[in-house]
């Protein structure tokens, strides 16, 4: 289970929901630059569809290795965020790879070793708008998740592929379920699946407040406390495969033991982009 390589022939589907609520505005800190979490997760997308692409190249040319979609969800309801012409949520890479937005320049405070401060920029594509407003409609937006992949694993060309990997990326509660709604429609996601094993969900908190304690791939329950909101998230969250335990341990420090739980509790930004990178670099060999 969960070894299948990608193939030409077998392909895999990477899916994004970001919570797009009015309390994304909020302020944080990534890199030494001040920006709303809208932006945070807009730029750390960006990379991650840019790493994705970079991924897929053989001899210069991208390859159909995966799909990608990343599916926003606020008071404007659940849309996809990738830019037009491509209506569907679920995008092949190369097609992506053929119509590249315009880049963006970023540029960064950082740190030196020996600590002195330097600017350092690098290019982006802009893949996805910043996007702040309104309600937090997670359960229609996992809805909507879950027929994407239902969608993706009922084709017969995808019937043996690397199950598909969805990153739900939220700074809060639903405002249209319940603790139950919520935790059977991540079920219902983590049922669809292929030969190769169930569609992995991993959830991802993000937090304003540098000082509070992080949980990143939790081994149990109990690491999570007496926060229900936490708790929540475990409970929605796929227990992770033996390919990605080895990038777990990379972030979370050699005493992580399996099973982990696929999710982050108060992650900051740079959190975030560590748990989006592993939870695609773990994904068997490319050929």
């Not at 700074?171 to 429609?185: A, I």
Request: aromatic residues 8%.
């Amino acid at each position: 289970m969960y070894s299948q390589p990608i193939t030409h022939l077998h392909r895999t589907a990477f899916v994004l929901a970001i919570d797009c609520s009015g309390s994304m505005r909020e302020r944080i800190v990534f890199n030494g630059m001040p920006m709303s979490k809208a932006e945070a997760v807009a730029l750390v997308t960006d990379y991650t569809i840019d790493e994705l692409i970079e991924r897929a190249r053989r001899g210069g040319v991208c390859r159909n290795y995966y799909d990608i979609a990343v599916v926003g969800y606020s008071g404007d309801g659940v849309r996809s965020m990738l830019p037009a012409p491509h209506e569907d949520f679920a995008v092949a890479v190369d097609a992506l790879s053929r119509a590249m937005p315009p880049l963006r320049r970023m540029e960064f405070d950082q740190r030196l070793p020996d600590g002195s401060h330097a600017i350092v920029g690098f290019d982006l594509h802009r893949w996805i708008e910043p996007a702040a407003g309104g309600l937090t409609p997670m359960y229609e937006a996992l809805l909507t998740v879950r027929d994407i992949v239902d969608e993706w694993c009922s084709r017969a060309e995808n019937a043996e592929s690397f199950p598909p990997v969805v990153f739900n990326i939220t700074d809060g509660e639903s405002s249209d379920g319940d603790y139950d709604d919520l935790c059977d429609m991540a079920s219902q996601i983590r049922r669809t699946g292929t030969a190769d094993g169930e569609t992995l969900l991993i959830n991802i908190h993000l937090s304003t407040d540098s000082s509070r304690r992080s949980i990143l791939f939790p081994s149990s329950r109990s690491e999570c406390g007496e926060d229900r909101y936490s708790q929540l998230l475990y409970d929605m969250s796929s227990t992770m495969p033996e390919p990605f335990v080895e990038g777990i341990r990379s972030l979370t420090g050699a005493l992580g033991m399996p099973p982990m739980r696929g999710m982050a509790y108060n992650a900051s930004a740079a959190q975030l982009l560590s748990v989006l990178d592993i939870g695609s670099r773990s994904v068997n060999n490319i050929y």
